[in-house]
């Protein structure tokens, strides 16, 4: 029997609806990033004198940023499980479990014991509850983008996923502002002894809002047609491993540089500005505060300029933007003013990563049909992302460390990473998805079965 090359789009969704899934999908998204903003910026802070007081503030830096890559080195294994089930019995289920696997998650982190109360189990328990997180954002990302994306009309799906990703840095903005807030108005020491702690314990407010948004949410309707088409993937990573294994390589690397300098401005500047300038942890925080501000903003408008001229395009222009922007960031951060450091992140954060973000949704997700989309969503963005941004912090790190505290090699790593990931998206025509370029079908295989 042959499959036709083309099929009918699903019925589109009502605007009241659209609106309800991005709105579920962002704060999802925020959540995601709420908790591994505020664990990366208490590890940068504290949680070396929380949970591993023996060592040097450098080594122990070090350490918590391991911990924080533990939960990056789940995702993969979280895309891969939960963009099965997400490609096999719907969206909208996952969804709710990926949410309260990262939000109880983070609000656990907020009762833990230090090392001085409960000694190594501390850390090891740490170490347990970045690995469940990190399974659950593994499965998040994928399916919050695929809802927007499976109800926007394909002329705007850049605009509606990119609203979709202000919850990146929304989820920055509220957990550094609440940081911002506890050590400004507690006396000295305050947040480092017990006041960090709020944070994690304040999740569980957005874990409660989000969860009531997702439990009043349909199906995705390209996921509903599918279905019943009888086109669901008994086996959805093996279609895109073995089917896709070229759009598999490149999107990982076109990911990389987005989500490894995003860390890099806002990781690593901290680290450097209050460990190795040795400077006051406030000003570079407000600055980030205001840069997160300006991302909001700007990522839509880039969303929607990738409906008009095409998503590589914003794409490769945010990424060549970083590379030219490496070497005046750090000159800006070591003027250890504030005006510098919101300049610098401002154009880092809210121009160059907004660029590559704002666009990069409908190109990736545009890349695999809809019966294998969860999945290879999934697999693009949690290897990618656990390469990019798992890494950077312990990379950035180890350079300044290597250098003596300079920032020379850390510079190569921006430039290199951000000129890979650009001639990498230049091999991803697929994701551009034109409104005049249906959506083929996949080829028929052996494994297409029909769900009970």
């Known amino acids: 029997m042959s499959t036709p090359a083309t099929a009918p789009a699903a019925e589109p969704a009502s605007r009241a609806s659209l609106r309800k899934v991005v709105t579920a999908s962002a704060l999802g998204t925020t959540v995601e990033y709420y908790d591994f903003t505020l664990y990366a910026t208490t590890a940068a802070l504290v ?12 080594v122990g830096t070090l350490a918590a940023f391991a911990t924080y890559f533990v939960g990056y080195a789940a ?36 009762l833990l014991p230090s090392y001085d109360s409960i000694g190594i189990a501390a850390p090891i328990l740490l170490v347990l509850i970045r690995l469940i997180q990190g399974l659950g954002m593994g499965g998040e990302y994928g399916g919050g983008v695929l809802m927007a994306l499976e109800y926007s009309p394909r002329e705007r799906q850049g605009f509606f996923t990119s609203l979709v990703h202000i919850g990146t840095p929304a989820g ?34 957005l874990v409660g809002v989000g969860m009531w948004m997702r439990f009043h949410i349909t199906e995705s309707p390209e996921f509903v047609k599918m279905r019943a088409d009888r086109e669901v993937q008994s086996l959805p990573v093996r279609e895109v491993l073995t089917r896709r294994p070229a759009t598999v390589v490149f999107s990982i690397l076109a990911k990389i540089a987005e989500s490894g300098l995003f860390n890099i401005y806002y990781v690593v500047a901290i680290t450097y500005v209050t460990t190795e300038l040795d400077r006051d942890k406030t000003p570079v925080l407000l600055a980030v505060l205001v840069a997160c501000a300006v991302e909001c903003c700007t990522l839509p408008l880039f969303g929607a300029l ?17 590379a030219v922007l490496a070497v005046p960031f750090f000159l800006l ?21 907004a660029a590559m973000y704002g666009a990069q949704g409908a190109l990736f997700s545009n890349l695999y049909p809809v019966n294998v989309r969860y999945t290879g969503l999934s697999v693009t963005q949690q290897f990618g992302a656990t390469l990019g941004g798992g890494l950077s912090p312990l990379i950035g790190t180890a350079l ?36 005049d370029t249906p959506t083929p079908l996949p080829t028929p295989t052996p494994e297409r079965t029909a769900t009970p």
């Open 47 to 58: 949680f070396d004198k929380i949970f591993f007081p023996d060592a040097s503030p450098l």
């Open 75 to 110: 995702r993969p294994l979280g895309g891969i499980l939960f963009g099965h089930f997400g490609d096999r019995l719907g969206r909208k289920n996952v969804l709710i479990i990926t949410m309260l696997m990262m939000g109880l998650g983070t609000f656990a982190i907020g």
């Open 172 to 205: 920055v903005l509220i957990p550094v502002g609440l940081v911002t807030a506890l050590d400004a108005a507690l006396p000295g020491g305050a947040y480092d002894d017990w006041a960090w702690r709020l944070p994690f314990l304040a999740s569980i407010l």
């Open 306 to 322: 990738s409906d008009r001229i095409g998503r590589r395009k914003v794409y490769i222009a945010g990424a060549l933007f970083q």
């Open 333 to 353: 951060v070591e003027t250890g003013q504030f005006w510098a450091y919101a300049l610098g992140m401002t154009l880092g954060l809210g121009v160059g990563h």
């Open 400 to 435: 300044l460390a290597t250098a003596g505290g300079h920032w020379g090699w850390l510079i190569a790593y921006c430039v290199g990473v951000a000129i890979l990931s650009a001639l990498a998206t230049t091999r991803l025509a697929a994701g551009e998805a034109r409104p």
